[in-house]
Structures are given as structure tokens and as C-alpha cells.
T-cell receptor, first 114, second 114 residues
Framework: SQQGEEDPQALSIQEGENATMNCSYKTSINNLQWYRQNSGRGLVHLILIRSNEREKHSGRLRVTLDTSKKSSSLLITASRAADTASYFCATVNAGGTSYGKLTFGQGTILTVHP | NAGVTQTPKFQVLKTGQSMTLQCAQDMNHEYMSWYRQDPGMGLRLIHYSVGAGITDQGEVPNGYNVSRSTTEDFPLRLLSAAPSQTSVYFC?????????????FGAGSRLTVL
């Protein structure tokens, strides 16, 4: 079963605008990660936020985590046409050992128009 | 440093045929996994391995076999292909590093079963 659900499914913006994507999950987590996938390519890790963190930054990316609401958001500031891609959240469940198993959301397709 | 290499990139099979998707990593990662990606479904875990000689089932294991004789290689076998196995398959690896489990993905193998 899918852990994460992402919203919106698709987002279309102009270059220079900010893009916000949301992810909700169902079970307790150890960490939540965001990945990017360009068309026809594999996924690339963007950022990881642990369950005891509330916000994390990496360049133009800002991730927030609200464990009480079981939700996360990814903000891309000052977007560029090159940011056009699909973005996925993925969770590592709390407890035990995860053995490299992540549970992925359905993804948000971001289109940035020049 | 090649990372995770998957072959073939594209394959067309007839129902009932068998084939093996190859996956190799050169990062000495302990964990390896196979995911399938279907439209609107995100990525779903098929099988995973925590080290040479150790494999286990993921969310959607039926119709697939895996083995891991070396740290580097983790092939995925389809014993009798079915149209429902038409998908894009991704191999991923990660280091055993606490619970972080950041995945490095291959470029994917697109399989069509007629």
C-alpha cells in the first residue's frame, strides 16, 4: 500500500515563481525524503528530514515536516525551467531496521514555463 | 564511478517468456532493492537484499525472483511474463548507515509484455 499521497498531482508555474508540493503519510516514520525524477530517468535524492526535525534547507529547497499531521511540504524557490520534473516523497518507517526499504508517494509533476 | 547500472534499458516480451533484468552497483552498498513504477502508482517495492546471500520480499513480489550472490549484483528474474508486469523497473542501492537509507537509483528498464 502507498504510504505517501502527494498533492497536487500536477503543478504548472512560470519561471521565477515558487513551487510548493505536499506529502501526507500514514505511519510513524524515522525520516522522510524527497526525490526528483526527470523524464525517462531514474530518481535522484534531494533532501532528507528526520522525524525530530521540523524544517530543513538545501539551496533553493525548503522542506518542512509536521509529524502530528503526518505531512511534509517541499518548497522550491525561484523556480527554473530546469526544475521541470516529477517529485516524490518517500518515508522510512520508524522502529526496527529499514534495510533500504522506502515507501513512495505517487509524485507531483512540476512544469516550469520559461 | 558508474553508480547503479541497469540492463537492458528497453525490452519487449511475449506472454509466458522469461527474462532477467540485470543490476550492478560499484559503491559497495550493502542494501539493494527493486522497484516498479506504474502511472499514478508511484514506486512499489518488489524485492530487496541486505547483503550477499540474503533477500526478502517487498510489497509486490509475485511473479519475480531475485538472488544476490555478490555484493555488486542483484538480478531480477521474470519467470513467466504477464501483461500486468509491463512497467518501468528501477534498481536501487543504499549504504547501511543507521536508518537514513538514502537510495541511489539506476536509470531504469522499461519492459513491455505483449
Amino acid at each position: 500500500s502507498q504510504q505517501g499521497e502527494e498533492d497536487p498531482q500536477a503543478l504548472s508555474i512560470q519561471e521565477g515563481e515558487n513551487a510548493t508540493m505536499n506529502c501526507s503519510y500514514k505511519t510513524s516514520i524515522n525520516n522522510l525524503q524527497w526525490y526528483r525524477q526527470n523524464s525517462g530517468r531514474g530518481l535522484v535524492h534531494l533532501i532528507l528530514i528526520r522525524s525530530n526535525e521540523r524544517e530543513k534547507h538545501s539551496g533553493r529547497l525548503r522542506v518542512t515536516l509536521d509529524t502530528s499531521k503526518k505531512s511534509s511540504s517541499l518548497l522550491i524557490t525561484a523556480s527554473r525551467a530546469a526544475d521541470t520534473a516529477s517529485y516524490f516523497c518517500a518515508t522510512v518507517n520508524a522502529g526496527g531496521t529499514s534495510y533500504g526499504k522506502l515507501t513512495f508517494g505517487q509524485g507531483t509533476i512540476l512544469t516550469v514555463h520559461p | 564511478n558508474a553508480g547503479v547500472t541497469q540492463t537492458p534499458k528497453f525490452q519487449v516480451l511475449k506472454t509466458g517468456q522469461s527474462m532477467t533484468l540485470q543490476c550492478a552497483q560499484d559503491m559497495n552498498h550493502e542494501y539493494m532493492s527493486w522497484y516498479r513504477q506504474d502511472p499514478g502508482m508511484g514506486l512499489r517495492l518488489i524485492h530487496y537484499s541486505v547483503g550477499a546471500g540474503i533477500t526478502d520480499q517487498g510489497e509486490v513480489p509475485n511473479g519475480y525472483n531475485v538472488s544476490r550472490s555478490t555484493t555488486e549484483d542483484f538480478p531480477l528474474r521474470l519467470l513467466s511474463a504477464a501483461p500486468s508486469q509491463t512497467s518501468v523497473y528501477f534498481c536501487a542501492s543504499s549504504r547501511r548507515q543507521g536508518m537514513a537509507n538514502v537510495l541511489t537509483f539506476g536509470a531504469g528498464s522499461r519492459l513491455t509484455v505483449l
